[in-house]
């Protein structure tokens, strides 16, 4: 078992950054793939973001590439997910998933990945 908490989120002006992070406990002396999710209230949760164990492989949804930057230290079991220049419709609650991994393969749909994290909110402003 793998546990994941999120923290981060909050409030911020359109064009602020924030830089969300994924804890990881348990059993991570195996490799994981981690990816970021969203849902907006009312729509489908989304991917956003994705890196494999060893961090040398990434994945972007389209409406996040060049503002976010996913990263993590296996050393502190993190990840985190830098959010630059935010627009209101990045609002949502943001969750990190894991799935057990240790090649590069990084998949973008939610089924795919194992153990969840409880979200964290993000809310841009106009």
């Known amino acids: 078992q793998v546990q994941l908490v999120e923290s981060g989120g909050g409030l911020v002006q359109a064009g602020g950054s924030l830089r969300l992070s994924c804890a990881a406990s348990?059993?991570?002396?195996?490799?994981?793939?981690v990816g970021w999710f969203r849902q907006a209230s009312g729509k489908e949760r989304e991917f956003v973001a994705a890196?494999?164990?060893?961090?040398?492989?990434?994945s972007y949804a389209d409406s996040v590439k060049g503002r976010f930057t996913i990263s993590r230290d296996n050393a502190k079991n993190t990840v985190y997910l830098q959010m630059n220049s935010l627009k209101p419709e990045d609002t949502a609650v943001y969750y990190c998933?894991?799935?057990?991994?240790?090649?590069?393969?990084?998949?973008?749909?939610?089924?795919?990945?194992?153990?969840w994290g409880q979200g964290t909110q993000v809310t841009v402003s106009s």
């Open positions: 998933a894991a799935r057990p991994s240790s090649s590069g393969y990084i998949p973008q749909s939610h089924s795919d990945y194992r153990y």
């Open positions: 348990g059993r991570t002396s195996n490799g994981y793939g």
């Open positions: 890196i494999n164990w060893s961090g040398r492989t990434t």
